[in-house]
């Protein structure tokens, strides 16, 4: 017990004080957090005041600064630059009001909508109607409304030559598309069998005189604009059904009508 006492008095005396280095870093790292906090809390009140009317202003609104709505201020009341407004922060008389009124292409658009709505309520009814559910397929597309008919119902086997009963769906087409202020692209199609004897060569050829012939019967027999129509024929390249299955293949000889959603002015400029 004595031995152990006399080395504790007989310890070097910087090794008795070392607390005193981790409290004084304690002590340090105190005042380093309380000066932090302090600048924290140090809020400039003018650009606090500025920056929360603005933003009240901007929610009460009901706009945002992307719609041309109220702008942020600096701390003199002066509007920042880049943006767009009047000094007190808002979008001027002139501003407002192009904002609100819809350009002339946009009313085309909404115009073109409301024509094809209607398109596709009529046709819908008549397929309907005239019980042609199962040769006459009409679907609101991206691209368009389209109407797919059967080539049963319009052509016989390896002809091009429209059947006097497809005359009745192409006269009531015939006239909706001159309510329609839009592009008619007429598709051509065909299975994967390949022709044997006969006039066409093969399916390009076929697909391509038969979309031409429903072409033709809108222009020379019902007078439309030639204008407003394009066609294709793309003989097996878009089949819809298995080609290795009868049902398939039928599925795939076929028509497709499409009133497209592109305004003709468009299609216009950008063939130029």
């Known amino acids: 017990?004595?031995?152990?006492?006399?080395?504790?008095?007989?310890?070097?005396?910087?090794?008795?004080?070392?607390?005193?280095?981790?409290?004084?870093?304690?002590?340090?790292?105190?005042?380093?957090?309380?000066?932090?906090?302090?600048?924290?809390?140090?809020?400039?009140a003018e650009k606090y005041e500025a920056v929360s009317s603005s933003l009240q202003t901007t929610f009460q609104s009901g706009t945002n600064i992307l719609d041309g709505g109220p702008k942020i201020v600096g701390d003199n009341g002066q509007q920042l630059p880049g943006t767009k407004g009047n000094a007190q922060g808002g979008a001027t008389d002139d501003e407002q009001q192009g904002q609100d009124e819809p350009t002339a292409r946009e009313l085309q658009f909404r115009e073109q909508e409301r024509q094809l709505a209607s398109f596709l309520q009529t046709i819908q009814s008549y397929v309907a109607d005239n019980g042609l559910a199962d040769q006459i397929f009409v679907a609101d597309k991206p691209q368009g409304i389209s109407i797919t008919l059967s080539d049963r119902f319009l052509f016989d086997v390896g002809r091009a030559d429209?059947?006097?009963?497809?005359?009745?769906?192409?006269?009531?087409?015939?006239?909706?598309?001159?309510?329609?202020?839009?592009?008619?692209?007429?598709?051509?199609?065909?299975?994967?069998?390949?022709?044997?004897?006969?006039?066409?060569?093969?399916?390009?050829?076929?697909s391509g005189d038969r979309a031409l012939s429903v072409l033709r019967y809108f222009i020379d027999a019902r007078g439309l604009d030639p204008t407003q129509f394009q066609y294709a024929g793309y003989a097996d390249t878009r089949p819809v059904g298995d080609n290795s299955t009868p049902q398939g293949r039928q599925q795939?000889?076929?028509?497709?009508?499409?009133v497209l959603r592109q305004l003709q002015s468009d299609e216009a400029a950008a063939a130029q």
């Not at 790292?29 to 600048?39: A, E, Q, R």
């Not at 008619?184 to 004897?197: F, L, M, V, W």
């Open 1 to 44: 017990m004595s031995r152990r006492r006399r080395r504790r008095k007989d310890a070097p005396p910087h090794q008795q004080e070392r607390w005193l280095i981790t409290y004084a870093d304690l002590l340090t790292l105190l005042l380093i957090f309380f000066v932090i906090m302090y600048g924290v809390s140090t809020i400039d």
């Open 252 to 258: 795939n000889r076929r028509v497709e009508i499409t």
């Open 162 to 206: 429209l059947k006097e009963g497809a005359t009745g769906i192409l006269d009531r087409l015939a006239a909706l598309f001159g309510t329609v202020d839009a592009t008619i692209s007429i598709e051509g199609h065909t299975d994967n069998q390949p022709i044997t004897g006969g006039r066409y060569a093969d399916n390009w050829e076929l």
